[in-house]
C-alpha cells in the first residue's frame, strides 16, 4: 500500500470516521460492521471505508458479504495523536478532549506501554515500589509476602503476571514487545514465548483448514497440562499481535456448557473461538 494515501496527522476525518476509530481502538479486537453499528453507532462504509483503509489506519478483512475491521499497526501507532487533532477549535469541549488525549499519550508513554497493550486491558502496574524503595518491574512478591526488588519470584510466589512481563513494555510506535527466551523459568512457571509455541503447534493440529476458527473448549483440552491463569495470559498477549483473532460466538444460544467454560474474558466481552493467519 502507497505510503502517499496514508492520513496525515491533521488532516480532517468525519465523524463517522472518528467514532470508528475510537471503537476500534477501544475495543482493540476486529469488529463486524455490524458491531461497529452498535458500539460505534454507525457501520463503515463507502467513502469512510475507502479513506480510513488506503489510509493504513485500519485492516478489513471480507467476511461473506459484508467486511470485519480491525486498527493496523499504523493505526496503533497514530490513532490517538490522529483523534487529538480532530479536536480542534477553542471551546471547552474540544480543548478538554485534546488534552485529554495528549495527556494519555505522554502518561503511556513514559511508562513504556503502547495503546494497543493498553486498550487489550493489562491491569498489571509498571514499578511497583518496594518497602526499601527500589523499583519492581514485576511487582510480584515471595511466598513470605515481601516484594522482591530485583523484579523475580521464587517457586512458591511465581504468579501468571510474571508470564505477562513481556506485553508491558511494547514500545510506543507500536512495535513489539521484547521477547523472553524459550523455556521454563527458573521457578518453574512457563514463559509467554513458550506457551505461544504450543498454542501454535496445538491450533495447526485442529484447524481444518488455514486461518480456520477453532473452539477455544478444543484449544484448551491439547493444552490441558498449562494452568488457566498462564494459558490465559498467552492467548491475551498473542490476541493483540497481527494475524491473530480472538472472537465471542455470534449466536450465544448454540454455545454448549463446555464452550461456556472453556470462554476467555477479554475486550469486555466472553470470547470462545481462536484463529491465526499463515505469515
Known sequence: MSTA???????????????????LMVEARELSNAELAELAGTPLTGEDRVRLVAGGLVEERRVGRSYAFQLSQQGWSQGLAVLAEQAQGKGAAATTVRTLLHGLQRALAARGVDARTFFAGSTDSVGSANSAGSTDSVGSTNSAG??????????????????????????????????????????????????????????????????????????????????????????????????????????????????????????????????????
Open 5 to 23: 494515501t496514508n492520513v496525515s496527522l491533521t488532516q480532517k476525518l468525519s465523524l463517522t470516521q472518528i467514532a470508528v476509530l475510537s471503537a
Open 146 to 279: 515481601s516484594t522482591n526488588s530485583a523484579g523475580s519470584t521464587n517457586s512458591a510466589g511465581s504468579t501468571a503476571a510474571a508470564s505477562a512481563e513481556p506485553t508491558r513494555f511494547a514500545a510506543a510506535n507500536g512495535a513489539a514487545a521484547p521477547r523472553q527466551p524459550a523455556g521454563g523459568s527458573s521457578g518453574g512457571v512457563p514463559r509467554v514465548d513458550t506457551i505461544e509455541q504450543r498454542i501454535r503447534a496445538a491450533y495447526a493440529k485442529l484447524a481444518t483448514e488455514p486461518a480456520g476458527w477453532v473452539s477455544l473448549a478444543d484449544l484448551r483440552d491439547q493444552l490441558a497440562d498449562i494452568p488457566r491463569a498462564e494459558l490465559d495470559t498467552a492467548l491475551k498477549w498473542m490476541a493483540v499481535q497481527p494475524g491473530v483473532r480472538l472472537i465471542p460466538v455470534a449466536n450465544q444460544k448454540s454455545l454448549s456448557t463446555r464452550d461456556r467454560e472453556a470462554a476467555l474474558r477479554f475486550g469486555g466481552e466472553d470470547n470462545h473461538a481462536f484463529a491465526i493467519e499463515e505469515s
